[in-house]
């Protein structure tokens, strides 16, 4: 099993694999600027995650017993960002 230091700073191809025949695998470091690309991918999806699951819990939690009665809503805004802003 890759460490999660490996995972974010070597990429990995499964070469010469034809029809169920045995291949090769190629893997390659990556520079600084694709080890952090990849580090900021998996902060991103992780943070997406956690405020997906946030979200669905919280509408489980305030969904109405019975059709009579009202719906609560909360409503949360995201401000957090990963994206980059080029100044100049």
């Known amino acids: 099993m890759k460490t999660l230091?490996?995972?974010?700073?070597?990429?990995?191809?499964?070469?010469?694999?034809?029809?169920?025949?045995?291949?090769?695998?190629?893997?390659?470091?990556?520079n600084m600027t694709q080890a952090c690309d990849a580090r900021d991918g998996l902060a991103k999806a992780c943070y997406r995650k956690i405020f997906d699951f946030l979200l669905l819990t919280l509408n489980a939690a305030n969904e109405p017993e019975n059709i009579n009665q009202t719906q609560n809503q909360i409503g949360i805004l995201d401000i957090f960002g990963f994206e980059k802003v080029q100044e100049g």
Request: hydrophobic fraction near 25%; charge should be positive.
């Open 5 to 30: 230091e490996k995972i974010l700073t070597e990429k990995s191809s499964k070469i010469g694999r034809r029809h169920g025949g045995i291949g090769e695998t190629l893997t390659r470091k990556l």
